[in-house]
């Protein structure tokens, strides 16, 4: 009998085994795996390159690169498995990513130290808000970050549909996007001496704005329908209410006839 028992509890482990691994490959559990690695040093105003170095990712997983803390750095496109990172402040730098399939998810990250502050002219360019959406304004900031400062910068897109570039200050521009999809800007900064910078980079993802659940929008008509069919059922109820008055009066006015109790004929 113990046999029998070992043989079953044997079994019973193998196939709940199996049950595991399978779910964890077909949700996704398995399916992500990243080990980023980032510059060990960067000089302040220096890049990097950055890389996310997925193992089997399957499917198609979204990424998301941060810096901590924000103002030590910016990312070339935040949402790409291998981009390149700008120091812009002295100090330690942790660069976490985080890989997602919409169901499970992983967060690694790295360390860079940033030193120092580069000399010559060199600028960073960066932009606002975080979710860029269709038919809302956004901010592309150039600035310098070296030791010579520049006077004046020149920002221009390189990549993706046209958008229209409005000054709103020194080294900053706005523009609207009218579609979703890619956009790609650059910034060169000028200093007092006329010499020009290395271009800062930055890709951006437009996105269309949230749709509203159609499901609620259904709810909100049928409950209008409700409503009219109320206000359409007062009225005949008012007539019912007439009607039943004008019958009580026509038996008010009626009189019942006198009918004899007895034959009065001799």
Known sequence: MSRMHRALSVLLTILVAAATVGLAVYGGCTAISISPTCPASLMVGESGEVRANAVDPGGAPRYQWEVIPAAAGTFANAQAADTSFQALKEGDA???????DGLFFMMNECTTRIEG???GLVVVLSAGPEDIMVDETATLTCASVGGTEAVSFVIFQTEGQQVEL??????VRRFTPDRAGDLVFECIGIDAEGEQSDPARISLVVQDAPVANENENENVNDNVVDNENVNDNVPDNENDNEAANDNSSDEEEEEPDDVPLFDETP
């Open 166 to 171: 409005a000054p709103a200050g020194l080294g």
């Open 94 to 100: 942790t660069l976490r990513l985080t890989a997602s």
């Open 117 to 119: 502050t580069v000399g």
